[in-house]
């Protein structure tokens, strides 16, 4: 494993086979927090687009739909272990915890001004209630079981 510098004082992790191919290239940190650099867009003419690191690393083009999801979260690991090619549904299955969320534990939130607490999970687009708990750790563990058994190897348990 090798590191790529990157603006703003950040590094890229990736394998060393890939090393000698990234490396040639200058990349940034963009807003979102993904490696990329910019490149002349391949159908319009003088103009130019983002190429993020783990999209290069894994060969999908700039046009092609599918994605690639960081198995353990951290955007800047684009070590191959680390990366798989998924659908966006699939992706949005390995999300961490929203930014904003009071609990910090996916999938639940307070009911109200009671002490119950929420279990609830995302399922084709829609959110399918598991139930009212009295901990937050309660809550967790129904998410923790239904996360496991409907989207499997992208549940993001934590």
């Known amino acids: 494993m090798k590191e790529i510098s990157l603006t703003r004082g950040k590094i890229s992790l990736v394998d060393d086979d890939d090393y000698e191919h990234i490396s040639q290239y200058k990349w940034h940190v963009s807003s979102n927090g993904y490696a990329r650099r910019n490149v002349p867009h391949a159908t319009k003419y003088g103009k130019r687009t983002q190429l993020l690191m783990h999209r290069a690393i ?89 996360a496991a058994e409907l989207h499997g190897e992208f549940a993001r348990l934590e």
């Open 58 to 146: 894994m060969g999908l083009s700039h046009d092609d739909k599918r994605e690639v999801d960081h198995i353990d979260g951290n955007r800047l690991n684009n070590c191959r272990a680390n990366l798989r090619i998924c659908s966006h549904s699939e992706n949005a299955k390995n999300k961490s915890p929203y930014a904003h969320s009071t609990v910090g534990l996916k999938g639940v939130t307070k009911k109200g001004r009671g002490e119950r607490w929420k279990a609830q999970i995302m399922l084709n687009g829609r959110r399918k209630h598991l139930g009212y708990f009295a901990t937050p750790e309660e809550a967790h563990a129904a998410y923790r079981k239904a």
